[in-house]
């Protein structure tokens, strides 16, 4: 080879070289029979693991088991058609998560005449995230509108439901004068009136209708809450303090107590161990965080017996965001519940336990009210996590 020749190929060469370890995106090789051949250095940057690790091992210990088929799938389209695949594929982090990568992958025949497969990952986590957060945000402004309508729409009726079912206990009330003066006018003993009613169990029939009124009236206040939000009552409070508050009043609240026996329940406490002061609506706050426990109640009462229930509460500062975190050890959920979990009328219990609102409206709470992020990490038999994200003012103190 000319001396020329040679000098332009190092050039060329060198110039390759750095460009793939300075890439950062992972750029690798493999085999015929999927082992790792070459992985550049952005594997350590990216997923933890030293590029030493991986070489000679084969990518299935790497990839996510329910996305092994369609890795084997590309990377056979790519062989037999001579063509370049992509493909989206979650890959294991040393830290032991997932890493969601798109990659784009071709085959070669190198200068020995052997076959391999280049390919090129980009990591598109948190622009996936990001998306499904704005995907989300979409759905929570298009259903607002709907909601409010749909409460006021309602509330007509309903209040005279409740109003008339009200006015017949009080026809037949012998405390009132005129109640007596229209039995007499027909000829009827009013007390005889009334304990053929009870004997029938009419007022019973009219305080479930009542019931039923007063139900239906929280679901339609939540309906209103969801769709707006009351600007006032600002402060600036602790979190723990918050959560505290919230663990007392599932702890009072009835259904909490009769469906769920919240009080058998291990609360696991893992504060900072400074206190973390945010703004909120204290109010409306204390309301999203008791739809999630609520909902950690319901899913450790749907596992009963499977292991011992446990809701576990944190609290820390990161990069000036209060974090307020809910675990709970209950059957978990799959990713294509998780992804719905906080879509208005969503529910997984069984017709009559819920109206499906509580997450949304936490949601809305969190994201449109207090400008922060609500997120929800869960899989099938691992329980689930939510976090909850602030803006925090002046790092750890008010």
Not at 25 to 51: E, R, V
Not at 117 to 128: K, S, W
Not at 161 to 168: E, F
Not at 384 to 391: A, I, N
Request: aromatic share 6%; charged share 25%.
């Amino acid at each position: 080879m000319p001396p020329e020749s040679a000098d332009e190929f190092y050039k060329s060469e060198s110039r390759y070289r750095t460009l793939v370890e300075n890439s950062c995106d992972i750029i690798f090789s493999l085999n015929t029979d999927g082992n790792f051949t070459f992985i550049s250095h952005a594997w350590k940057s990216l997923l933890g693991h030293d590029p030493a690790d991986v070489l000679g091992h084969n990518f299935r210990e790497f990839i996510h088991p329910e996305d092994i088929p369609r890795c084997e799938t590309a990377i056979m389209t790519a062989l037999q058609s001579n063509s370049v695949q992509e493909l989206t594929y979650r890959i294991h982090h040393f830290d032991g998560g997932w890493r969601r990568h798109t990659l784009r992958g071709a085959p070669h025949v190198d200068e020995n005449g052997v076959l391999t497969i280049i390919g090129i990952a980009h990591d598109v986590t948190e622009r996936l995230r990001i998306e499904e957060i704005m995907v989300q945000s979409e759905k929570m402004i298009m259903v607002s509108g709907l909601a409010a309508g749909m409460a006021h729409e309602i509330n007509n009726p309903l209040g005279a439901i409740m109003q008339h079912a009200q006015n017949i206990e009080r026809r037949v009330s012998a405390d009132i004068p005129a109640n007596l003066k229209a039995a007499a006018e027909v000829g009827v003993d009013l007390d005889l009136v009334r304990a053929y009613l009870e004997k029938r169990g009419i007022f019973t029939f009219i305080g479930h209708i009542r019931n039923a009124g007063v139900r239906a009236s929280e679901i339609i206040s939540q309906m209103l809450h969801f769709s707006s939000r009351n600007e006032s009552g600002i402060v600036n409070v602790n979190v723990t303090d918050v959560l505290e508050r919230v663990v007392g009043l599932a702890a009072t609240d009835y259904d909490m107590k009769k469906k769920y026996a919240f009080r058998s329940i291990e609360i696991v406490r893992e504060y900072a161990a400074e206190p973390i002061f945010a703004d909120m609506a204290l109010q409306e706050m204390e309301q999203a965080l008791l739809n999630i426990v609520k909902n950690a109640a319901q899913a450790i009462a749907g596992s009963a017996g499977r292991r011992s229930p446990r809701i576990t509460l944190r609290t820390w500062l990161s990069e000036g965001m209060a974090l307020m975190e809910i675990e709970d050890n209950g059957p978990g959920m799959d990713e294509a519940t998780r992804l719905r979990v906080f879509e208005p009328f969503y529910t997984t219990r069984e017709v009559g336990v819920g109206a499906g609102l509580g997450l949304s409206v936490a949601y809305a709470i969190v994201t449109k009210g207090h400008s922060g992020t609500i997120k929800i990490q869960s899989r099938p038999g691992e329980g689930s996590c939510f976090t909850v994200m602030l803006p925090c003012r002046g790092g750890a103190s008010g």
